[in-house]
C-alpha cells in the first residue's frame, strides 16, 4: 500500500482536460515538494512537474501541477492520444527521511 | 545525459547482487542519486539515496541492513551491493540522478536493470 493516495485509472477522450490527484500527509506532501513522473508503456519514468508546479523543458505546456495542503494534482490539458501512460506523484517524507510515491494513475486516451 | 544500469539477473533467494550505473555528461559529485525499483506491472518504489559526496544515505525500511548504497565519482559510477535477496525484492532497478536544480526530483533516468529473485 504506497504512501500517496492516487486513482489507480483515469481517462479521457482528445482534446479534453483530465486531472489525476495525489493524496498524501503532512509529512510529506504537507512539509514538501511535489514531483509528477510519466511512464510510457515499457520505458523508464520521466520527470513532468517538479517543485509541485513547475516544468522542466521540453515538457509541454499542457501539464500543469497544483499543491494544496496534504493534497495535489496533476492537470492535463488538451488530452493527445501520446498521454496514454502511468503517471506516478512523489514527496520526500520527513517523518521517514524517505522517498514517497503515489500507487500510479493509468491514463486511458479513449 | 546517460544513465546506463548493469548487473541484473536471476539468482536465488538469499544471494548476493551488486548493480552498477554509469553516468555520462554529468559531473556526478554535484549530485545526489537514487535506486529506484518497479516490480512486475506494479508501481515504483525509492529504494536508496546518497547524497553528493556520499556522506548522506538513506533506505527505505525493507532494505536496511541488506542493500548498500555507493558511488566512486572519479568514475562518475552509482552502486547498489544486493545481499540476502528476497523474491519480494524481484524488480526491474532503476538509477536516478537527483539535480538541486530541480530540487532533488529523479531528473535523468536509466534504462533498468531486471533482478529476478526465485528459486
Known amino acids: 500500500q504506497s504512501v500517496l493516495t492516487q486513482p489507480p485509472s483515469a481517462s479521457g477522450t482528445p482534446g479534453q482536460r483530465v486531472t489525476i490527484s495525489c493524496s498524501g500527509s503532512?509529512?510529506?506532501?504537507?512539509?514538501?515538494?511535489v514531483f509528477w513522473y510519466q511512464q510510457l508503456p515499457g520505458t523508464a519514468p520521466k520527470l513532468l512537474i517538479y517543485r509541485s508546479n513547475q516544468r522542466p523543458s521540453g515538457v509541454p505546456d499542457r501539464f500543469s501541477g497544483s499543491k494544496s495542503g496534504t493534497s495535489a494534482s496533476l492537470a492535463i490539458g488538451g488530452l493527445r492520444s501520446e498521454d496514454e501512460a502511468d503517471y506516478y506523484c512523489a514527496a520526500w517524507d520527513d517523518r521517514q527521511s524517505v522517498w514517497v510515491f503515489g500507487g500510479g494513475t493509468k491514463l486511458t486516451v479513449l | 545525459v546517460q544513465l546506463v544500469e548493469s548487473g541484473g539477473g536471476l539468482l536465488q533467494p538469499g544471494g548476493s547482487l551488486r548493480l552498477s550505473c554509469a553516468v555520462s555528461?554529468?559531473?556526478?559529485?554535484?549530485?545526489?542519486m537514487s535506486w529506484v525499483r518497479q516490480p512486475p506491472g506494479k508501481g515504483l518504489e525509492w529504494v536508496s539515496g546518497?547524497?553528493?559526496?556520499?556522506?548522506?544515505?538513506y533506505y527505505t525500511d525493507s532494505v536496511k541492513g541488506r542493500f548498500t548504497i555507493s558511488r566512486d565519482n572519479s568514475k562518475n559510477m552509482l552502486f547498489l551491493q544486493m545481499n540476502s535477496l528476497r523474491a519480494e525484492d524481484t524488480a526491474v532497478y532503476y538509477c536516478?540522478?537527483?539535480?538541486?536544480?530541480?530540487?532533488?526530483?529523479?531528473?535523468?533516468w536509466g534504462q533498468g536493470t531486471m533482478v529476478t529473485v526465485s528459486s
Open positions: 546518497i547524497s553528493g559526496d556520499g556522506g548522506s544515505i
Open positions: 555528461g554529468l559531473t556526478l559529485r554535484s549530485h545526489a
Open positions: 503532512s509529512s510529506n506532501i504537507g512539509s514538501n515538494f
Open positions: 536516478a540522478t537527483q539535480r538541486s536544480a530541480y530540487n532533488n526530483a529523479f531528473d535523468f
